[in-house]
């Protein structure tokens, strides 16, 4: 809009100061990790080496590339540990953001049939538990499902199990929670194309007698694509590297590669280590989080 | 009239249920006097009781609500600058990774912020603690406020601006007395995000805190990962409420200016 002016002192200050903040908090610290996962495990503090020396000039940068190497990366994958923990938070983020379409989908359709008014309010009800820790949240399934919780009373009670099943320490227990926490990412996406959707269409199929769940699937479905792919990446991406949920809520014999990550940094302190498995984490979200930031820009500027 | 068929009404109160029950259940374990979780031992505030006793606790809370604060202004101004940068300058170059930057730490898994993060302060040898915990937090919030504040300045029309400008107001008084006041709500519903958003964190506040600063999420996962305790379920349950208020507030303030569906839109 103001091409033709030059841009003031101001606006310049306004981009430049968020584009440093991120070029420095988020850009860098990448560059960083990759540097990292080249280097080998030290004891020394930081624990890894090379350390780029700028005291010995040109000859510090020439044995500091020298001595960087992708060893790293070939250890990765010779590793059953790492190749199984990534297949796992796939297998795991693929099957709970299926299970999320499923159960998200019908509410999203249902908020966006009821009157405007009540919109909003369910909108809101929907939207608020994602505002409350995600800690307390998985914390309150660990009361539940805890071995005299009140899911096995109920379950008990009812008759429908004789001896209390075992749900925490299980991927049972890590679907619930990934499935509850993620919830709203799901509907809210959803619920923003269904509300769009134009009601004409649907009365125009039902005029020319199409059957109501040919409707859903011929005309409805596919008009709400772009909330569906939006609400598939919103969970899927985050979820493949979910560390508070299977933490809480899984056993200990398979870790997802959040726990992963988490366990070579906190527990083995191999930094390079935990550098390499976030390194091909992000290679494999990549594509992902491309098509979404695509979705997102096209969402927020419409044009 | 649309018809609420009953499908979706069930559809409405099973999918409600499953998302407060546990909610409930823990606010409804909180008050029960047995210190065997499983065991209801009748109504009682004890455990509140004993929360405010415990110094350390007390101490977590105070810290995460300071991080809190420091880290949703920040995150405020910063992110208010970029939802400006982004819809209101035209094109400048870098925009395109400028944009990237922003979209991408919605969806990064938390594991790999903190730990590159982490990884940074520890090349520039900055001293963990307090400070390092407020940058990563604002960083982390600051992309969410942009969303939401950019989104609030794609509903409303330009050629109030432009109105401004062609009666002689310069860009930063157009901006004081006609932009600001119109996305005053957006930002205010942004910065509570944002405060929500720093007292739950508990991955990214792992890696960056140092010795001494431990808050409360940090305190509460070591004392939960053992197993369930009842002080924790009071903690849990006073912080449920807190957010749960501020979050109402939050959306009236929205819904005032009309903002409805910023928040669905992040």
Known sequence: ?303 | MRRVSAVNIAALVLGLTFLYLPIAVLVIYSFNASRLVAVWGGWSTRWYAELFNDAALVDSAVISLRLALASATAATILGTLAALALSRFGRFRGRLPFAAMIYAPLVMPEVITGLSLLLLFVAIAAERGFWTVAIAHTTMAMCFVTVIVQSRLADFDVSLEEAAMDLGAPPLRTFLSVTLPLIVPAIAAAWMLAFALSLDDLVIASFTTGPGTTTLPIRIYSEVRLGVKPEMNAVCSIMVGVVGTAVIIASLLAKLAGARGAAARV
């Not at chain 1, 010779?78 to 796992?88: H, M, N």
């Not at chain 1, 269409?201 to 409707?215: I, M, N, S, V």
Request: aromatic content about 12%; proline content about 7%.
């Open chain 1, 1 to 303: 809009m103001k091409q033709r002016q030059r841009r003031s002192t101001w606006q310049r200050l306004a981009i430049r100061i968020p584009y440093a903040w991120l070029l420095a908090f988020f850009l860098v610290p990448f560059l960083i990790v990759l540097k990292i996962s080249l280097s080998q495990t030290a004891i020394a503090q930081p624990p890894y080496t090379p350390v780029l020396d700028v005291a010995a000039g040109w000859r510090g940068v020439v044995a500091f590339f020298d001595a960087l190497s992708l060893e790293n990366y070939t250890l990765l994958g010779s590793d059953p540990l790492y190749v199984l923990s990534y297949l796992k938070s796939i297998e795991i983020a693929a099957f709970a953001t299926l299970i999320l379409l499923v159960v998200g989908y019908p509410i999203a359709y249902a908020i966006a049939r009821t009157p405007r008014r009540w919109q909003a309010v369910l909108v809101l009800l929907v939207a608020l538990p994602f505002w409350t820790s995600l800690l307390i949240r998985i914390y309150s399934w660990m009361n539940i499902l805890q071995r005299e919780g009140p899911l096995n009373d109920v379950l008990m009670a009812l008759a429908i199990v004789k001896e209390p099943p075992v749900w925490l320490a299980t991927d049972t227990a890590i679907y619930i929670g990934i499935v509850y926490s993620y919830l709203p990412f799901m509907v809210l996406p959803l619920y923003a194309t269904l509300e769009k959707l134009d009601e004409s269409l649907l009365e125009a199929a039902a005029d020319l007698g199409c059957p109501r769940w040919k409707t859903f699937w011929l005309v409805t479905v596919p008009l709400s694509s772009s909330g569906i792919l939006a609400g598939v990446l919103l969970c899927f991406i985050p979820i493949v590297g979910e560390f508070v949920i299977p933490d809480l809520l899984g056993g200990s014999q398979s870790p997802m590669i959040g726990q992963t990550i988490w366990m070579e940094f906190f527990g083995n302190k191999d930094w390079p280590a935990a550098s390499t498995v976030a390194v091909v984490l992000v290679c494999l979200l990549v594509t992902p989080i491309v098509i979404y930031q695509n979705q997102a820009m096209r969402v927020v500027e419409r044009d």
